[in-house]
C-alpha cells in the first residue's frame, strides 16, 4: 500500500481548476498495490481526475457517466451534440461526454431509454462499454464460464465478459468470482481500462516500444518505427484530422483507422496480422501503403480514399455497411474488391481482378476511369457503372443494372436484362476473349496458334511479339482467312474480334483505327501503323510503325483481339502482342 503524494493531488486540482483550500483537502490517500502504478500513470497523464477535494477515492464506485467521461478521454471522440435520454440534463457536465459516447456506439440507453447516468456502473456494464469501444470480439463464447458466479452474468453481457476474460483485461475477485451486478471500483475500473488500452501514446513522435498488448494513438504526429503489437493496434479519433505512420512494424492483431484525414495514414514495409479498418467517424481519411507492407484483408466502413502504391496487389478489400451515400476513392492494385453497400465508389488508377458487387449494394455508384481495369465484375445488385475503363468480362445477374462501357465479354444469367453501351440486352456477347458467344453468325474463329514470339518484358515499346502470315497461312484465325471478302461486305466475320470502323473520320488519309483492351489506340493509314495513349500523361507521344516492320502491303483494317492486335492488309495478316 503505499499513500500518493499531495504535489500529484494539487496538481490534479490546478488541472481541474480547482484551487480552493478544499481542492487539496485529504491530500495523502491509500491506494491499495495492484492499482497503484496504473492510478498514479493515469493522473500523470491527465486520464483520471480527482473529486472536488482532490481525492481519488479508488475504494468508492464510479458513476456510468464517469466511468463514460474516461473511455471518451482514452479515444478522444468527437464531441457530438446531446442526445435526448430523460434523464440526462442538457446543463449537466456529463451531457456532452454521454452524447459522444453514443454517436460513437459505445454506449445505449436502458429498456426504457434512460441512461441512469449517475448510478454506479456494475462490473458487467463496464465489461460491455470496454469491448464495444475497442471492438472486441470473444473467440470462445463460453469463456465467462471459467467465473464460478458464471451464471450471474446476464445474457447480454456473456460476450463482452468472454472476449474481456479470453484477452487476460478482467480478473475474478475472490473465490474467481466476477460479481457480475456489483458496482466496480474506481481502482478496479481503471486497471481493467488500463489492461484493455496497454499502451497509450499521446505526444507526436516516433516510437520502437514493443507491447504484448493492445496499443492506442490518439494524438497527431506519431510514428511507429520498427515497433510491435501483440495485439490491436488503434489510430484513434484523437487523431482528428492529422498523420500518423507505421514504417517496419508488426501488428499481430487489427489495425482499426478511427482518425486522419488528407495528411495521411501511411503504412510501409510493414506487417498487419489481422485486418485492417477504415472506420472514421466523420470525414474522409486517406490511407498509403507503402513499400513491402502485408495486409490478408482491408475492410471499408466510411469515407475516404485508399492508395495502393506498392508492385504487389492487396488480397482482398470489402466496403461495407457505414459507407452508405459517401465516396470512396481506390488507387493501385487489387486481388478480390467486393462491395456491400451503397456506396459512389470511384477506382482511379485501380487494377483489379475480380469486383464482387453485392445484393446490399443496392444504388451503387461505380466510377471506372480511364487509368483503371477490372478482370471480372460479378454484378448481383442494381448498380451504375460508368467511366472509360475497362471491363474484361461483366456477369450481370439481377435487372436494373447500367454499364456504361462494353465489356470484353457479357453474361446475362435467366433473361436477365441490362442497359449496356447505351443499348438494352437480353442475350450475352462477346467482344473479345475466347467466348464466341452468340449472334447471326457465330462461325468458328479457329485457334489463333501459340506466341510465336518472345516478350521483351521491359522494353518500352508496346509491341511484345509479332508473326505475319500468309493470306491463307496455317495458325491464321479461319474467320480471318476471306477478309478480302469481309472488307468487301461479301462475309460477315465473327464478333468474337472487336472489328472498329475508323474513329478519326475526320483525319486526313486514316483508313482504319481501334481501341485495344489497355485504352491505347491504334491508328493507321494504308503504310504508316500509330499507337498513343490519348488517357496518359504522355498523351502527345505517338509511336509509328512503316510498312515492312510489323506488316506488309497496304493496312485495310486492325481487328483487336484481346491482348493481340491483327492488322489486315492487301497482302498478308500480321498478329501483334501488345501486352
Known sequence: MKKIKKSMVLSLALCMGLTSASAVAGAQETLPAWAEKQMQSWVASGLLQGDESGSLRPGASITRAEFIALVNRVFRFEAAAAQAFPDV??????????ATAYHAGVIEGDDKGRMNPLSAITRQEAAVMLAKAFRLQSQNAGAYE???????????????????????????????????????????AVVMMDNTIGKLIGKAGTYSDTVAGNMVIHTSGAKLEGAGVGKNLYLAPGIGSGDAALSHSKVAGNVYVQGGGDHSITIADSTIGGSL??????????????????????????????????????????????????????????????????????????????????????GAQIELNASSSVTEVDV???????????????????????????????????????????????????TSGSNPGTGSNPGNPGNPGTD?????????????????????????????????????????????????????????????SAVDAQGKVW????????????YGTNAEEVKVYETGTYFEGSIKALLIDGSYLWILTDQSVSRVKYM
Open 380 to 430: 448481383n445488385a442494381p448498380v451504375s457503372i460508368t467511366g472509360k475503363g475497362v471491363i474484361k468480362q461483366a456477369v450481370i445477374s439481377v435487372n436494373g443494372v447500367t454499364v456504361e462501357q462494353e465489356p470484353q465479354k457479357l453474361q446475362l444469367k435467366n433473361g436477365v436484362k441490362a442497359k449496356v453501351a447505351g443499348t438494352e440486352r437480353t442475350k450475352d456477347s462477346a
Open 277 to 362: 479498418e477504415i472506420d472514421k467517424q466523420s470525414g474522409d481519411v486517406r490511407v498509403v501503403l507503402q513499400g513491402t507492407t502485408v495486409i490478408p484483408e482491408i475492410v471499408v466502413r466510411s469515407g475516404g480514399i485508399l492508395v495502393n502504391e506498392m508492385d504487389s496487389q492487396l488480397a482482398n478489400v470489402v466496403i461495407e455497411a457505414g459507407t452508405d451515400g459517401k465516396t470512396f476513392i481506390v488507387k493501385g492494385k487489387i486481388a478480390h474488391l467486393t462491395i456491400a453497400s451503397n456506396v459512389r465508389l470511384i477506382l482511379d488508377g485501380a487494377v483489379i481482378d475480380k469486383l464482387d458487387i453485392t445484393a446490399k449494394a443496392q
Open 146 to 188: 471459467a467465473f464460478s458466479d458464471a451464471k450471474d452474468i446476464a445474457v447480454w453481457a456473456q460476450e463482452a465478459v468472454s472476449a474481456m476474460k479470453e484477452q487476460s483485461f478482467v480478473t475474478g475477485r475472490e473465490n474467481n468470482s466476477y460479481a457480475p451486478k456489483a458496482s466496480i471500483t474506481r481502482a478496479e
Open 452 to 512: 510465336p514470339g518472345t516478350n521483351p518484358g521491359t522494353n518500352p515499346d508496346p509491341v511484345g511479339s509479332v508473326k505475319t502470315y500468309g493470306k491463307r497461312e496455317v495458325g491464321v484465325p479461319g474467320a480471318l482467312q476471306d477478309y478480302d471478302r469481309i472488307l468487301s461486305g461479301e462475309a460477315v466475320i465473327d464478333f468474337r474480334f472487336t472489328f472498329q470502323h475508323s474513329i478519326f473520320p475526320v483525319s486526313e488519309k486514316v483508313v482504319t
Open 89 to 98: 440534463e442538457a446543463s449537466k457536465w456529463y451531457a456532452v461526454d454521454i
Open 523 to 534: 491508328s493507321a493509314t494504308e503504310n504508316q501503323l500509330k499507337y498513343y495513349d490519348p
